[in-house]
């Protein structure tokens, strides 16, 4: 099991940089993919990006591609989402998910955190 917790969401306006983290507890880390989704509201939750457990392969939803990165640091429990260029449309609750993947982005995440607020202002 893992255990995981967002922060770094707040209020920033169209162009801006945000960097969100998602803190994992609990052992083998490394043997969990880690996904970012996104919901709005009135929306369905979205896919924004994966990382498998090693850092070997990352996945991004084309809306989000060359703006966002996904990446991690096993040693600390971490997954970042480094988010630039950040428009409107991005303004969602942000999610991290895991589940088993260590060289594989799984088809669905079992394990989810409570998500953190992101606001893009015009």
């Known amino acids: 099991q893992v255990q995981l917790v967002e922060s770094g969401g707040g209020l920033v306006q169209t162009g801006d940089s945000l960097r969100l983290s998602c803190a994992a507890s609990?052992?083998?880390?490394?043997?969990?993919?880690v996904g970012w989704f996104r919901q709005a509201p009135g929306k369905e939750r979205e896919f924004v990006a994966a990382i498998t457990g090693t850092g070997g392969r990352t996945s991004y939803a084309e809306s989000v591609k060359g703006r966002f990165t996904i990446s991690r640091d096993n040693a600390k429990k971490t997954v970042s989402l480094q988010m630039n260029s950040l428009k409107p449309e991005d303004t969602a609750v942000y999610y991290c998910?895991?589940?088993?993947?260590?060289?594989?982005?799984?088809?669905?995440?079992?394990?989810w955190g409570q998500g953190t607020q992101v606001t893009v202002s015009s």
């Open positions: 998910a895991a589940d088993v993947g260590v060289d594989r982005i799984p088809p669905g995440m079992r394990y």
């Open positions: 609990g052992r083998t880390f490394i043997t969990y993919a």
